[in-house]
């Protein structure tokens, strides 16, 4: 599935191996004249079949590249101990196989967010000390997938704890396993929940991540840490072996530095997976051939783009984030797209406020979900919230619970599953759903609406519809920014056609001067 992503870059490839064997197949040794930071999946394909580059030698890099940057930023929890040997393993087989029959993704670094399975010698933890040690009955779905695709699984990314569904105090990625995630460009916070996912790919400290969302822990990390993230259609990625909040919301999906490495990561992740059935449904999404068909230049052409004005609401003093956009703007109409602008949203401030019913739902689906995730563990410290509750009690120096509590932990404990009270909020938000970013979708034709950052994404959440933020630029003090593009289920060919085309036009992002490798 992911080598149909390639179809072109393969033939170009191939010529250019014909043409490399006339004047013999090169040296073996590292060649110091690639440079792996910023390096793109093509990039490393190509390096490693002109012997420039192994895949153990890339795995050696990111090493190096966390023990020197990962003590600031912290955005990994753990390093897989058998990276270098599955890196060797990769290397063999490439050696014995030929180029058309690997994925792009053969013999690259991936780094998974801690709230999503190995059954290796990794901790699968949600950045909580409760379940360290906890063993996993099986590699969660897109593990496996990643597995199958040739990827080497390089270690944890930290996180918001428990995906930030602990309570409402602690900072964006924060964790007690973890510590305090921190963003590459200003050594602020990264934004949560996956955070270390989009802080690790910004610093290069990784090539390409997952990151898991409920509402804005993918677009949001990606926006603030200048990577590209794709939110999927919930049920397109599984989420069989994540630590979950709800199943109605959660999705899994990438975070990296192009849009391209983004949908080639999406090829090797999406699809059916016996151990959750929404992704037998969602799987009619998944297009022939593959997402890196997409992957145009001109995608913007033609594309009818919604501007919903009051999402770009940054009041009358931010001069700089009112002209950056129109500039984002003029930038989308370079590249042909069509502007549909001053929508509304109906309701849009129900959608975007507490009364939504979003909470209410959540809460009752996090205690059904995790206490089913947490009996099916093969051991595990605690067996239920309420037992990670008595935890964090018994260990409240560990978890810092004087200083961040466990407020929604105990809220959603307090529910009695789905009752009268969550019925009502369910149906509420497939109403608001409905009537308002799905009815604004459709009455307009509109492949997609464009957003600041993660600003789009209760919309998206409550619909279980994708999303995809791109690098759009930085403010004068350095922070990013990113523009969000959101459309209905099974919109990803459409959005990964806009960001491209957007990306190809912009080059916005820069890595972070922290990340740099001084050779």
Same mark, same amino acid.
């Given at each position: 599935m992911a080598t149909q992503s390639f179809p072109i870059y393969i033939s170009m490839l191939l010529g250019l191996l014909a043409i490399l064997s006339l004047y013999g197949s090169g040296s073996c040794s590292f060649d110091t004249n690639f440079s792996i930071e910023e390096a793109t999946l093509k990039d490393f394909q190509l390096a490693f079949y002109q012997n420039k580059l192994t895949s153990r030698q890339l795995v050696e890099f990111y090493l190096e590249q966390v023990r020197r940057l990962n003590p600031i930023l912290k955005g990994i929890i753990e390093v897989n101990p058998d990276a270098l040997n599955?890196?060797?393993?990769?290397?063999?087989?490439?050696?014995?196989? /030929?180029?058309?029959?690997?994925?792009?993704?053969?013999?690259?670094?991936?780094?998974?967010?801690?709230?999503?399975?190995?059954k290796d010698k990794l901790n699968t933890t949600a950045g909580s000390f409760a379940l360290l040690g906890s063993i996993v009955p099986r590699?969660?779905?897109?593990?496996?997938?990643?597995?199958?695709?040739?990827?080497?699984?390089?270690?944890?990314?930290?996180? /918001?704890?428990?995906?930030?569904?602990?309570?409402?105090?602690?900072?964006?990625?924060?964790?007690?396993?973890?510590?305090?995630?921190?963003?590459?460009?200003?050594?602020?916070?990264?934004c949560g929940s996956s955070s270390g996912?989009?802080? /690790?790919?910004?610093?290069?400290?990784?090539?390409?991540?997952?990151?898991?969302?409920?509402?804005?822990?993918?677009?949001?990390?990606?926006?603030?840490?200048? !990577?590209v993230g794709i939110k999927p259609t919930v049920g397109l990625t599984s989420r069989a072996g994540v630590v979950p909040i709800s199943l109605r919301?959660?999705?899994?999906?990438?975070?990296?530095?192009?849009?391209?490495?983004?949908?080639?990561?999406?090829?090797?992740?999406? =699809?059916a997976d016996r151990y959750d059935n929404s992704t037998i449904e969602a799987s009619k999404y998944i297009p022939r051939g593959g997402y890196g068909q997409f992957l145009?230049?001109?995608? #913007?052409?033609?594309?009818?783009? =919604?501007?919903?004005?009051? #999402?770009?609401?940054?009041?009358?003093?931010?001069?700089?984030?009112?002209?950056?956009?129109?500039?984002?703007?003029?930038?989308?109409?370079?590249?042909?797209?069509?502007? !549909?602008?001053?929508?509304?949203?109906?309701?849009?401030? !129900?959608?975007?406020?507490?009364?939504?019913?979003?909470?209410?739902?959540?809460?009752?689906?996090?205690?059904?979900?995790?206490?089913?995730?947490?009996?099916?563990? !093969?051991?595990?410290?605690?067996?239920?919230?309420?037992?990670?509750?008595?935890?964090?009690?018994?260990?409240?120096?560990?978890?810092?619970?004087?200083?961040? =509590?466990?407020?929604?932990?105990l809220e959603a404990e307090a529910t009695k599953g789905i009752g009268g009270a969550e019925k009502a909020a369910l149906a509420r938000l497939a109403k608001l759903s409905k009537e308002g970013f799905e009815r604004l979708m459709i009455k307009n034709k509109l492949d997609a609406i464009a957003a600041p950052g993660r600003l789009i994404s209760p919309f998206l959440a409550i619909g279980g519809f994708p999303g995809v933020s791109v690098p759009a630029g930085y403010n004068p003090q350095g922070l990013?920014?990113?523009?969000?593009?959101?459309? #209905?289920?099974g919109f990803e060919p459409r959005l990964i056609e806009i960001a491209y085309g957007f990306e190809h036009l912009t080059m916005g992002r820069k890595s972070p001067s922290l990340g740099r490798h001084k050779k």
């Open positions: 599955q890196a060797s393993q990769a290397d063999l087989k490439r050696k014995r196989s /030929s180029l058309r029959s690997l994925s792009p993704l053969h013999g690259i670094p991936v780094l998974v967010k801690d709230n999503i399975a190995t590699d969660a779905g897109v593990v496996t997938k990643l597995r199958k695709a040739g990827a080497i699984i390089f270690g944890k990314a930290s996180l /918001s704890e428990w995906s930030d569904f602990r309570s409402y105090e602690p900072p964006n990625g924060w964790s007690a396993r973890g510590g305090q995630g921190k963003n590459p460009y200003t050594m602020g916070e990264p996912s989009a802080i /690790s790919v910004a610093a290069n400290m990784v090539t390409v991540s997952l990151g898991t969302e409920t509402d804005g822990s993918i677009l949001c990390p990606s926006t603030l840490n200048s !990577v919301q959660d999705t899994v999906g990438p975070i990296c530095r192009t849009v391209a490495d983004a949908a080639y990561v999406l090829d090797a992740i999406a =699809g145009r230049a001109e995608g #913007l052409k033609g594309k009818r783009i =919604g501007i919903v004005r009051k #999402l770009y609401d940054f009041g009358h003093d931010d001069v700089f984030y009112i002209g950056a956009f129109e500039k984002v703007f003029k930038t989308l109409k370079q590249g042909g797209a069509i502007l !549909v602008d001053n929508l509304t949203i109906d309701r849009f401030d !129900v959608i975007t406020g507490s009364s939504s019913g979003e909470r209410t739902a959540l809460l009752a689906e996090f205690k059904i979900s995790l206490n089913a995730y947490l009996k099916q563990l !093969v051991a595990s410290p605690i067996r239920s919230l309420s037992d990670a509750i008595e935890f964090n009690k018994k260990n409240s120096k560990l978890e810092k619970l004087r200083e961040y =509590g466990q407020e929604l932990f990013p920014f990113g523009i969000g593009f959101g459309g #209905l289920k």
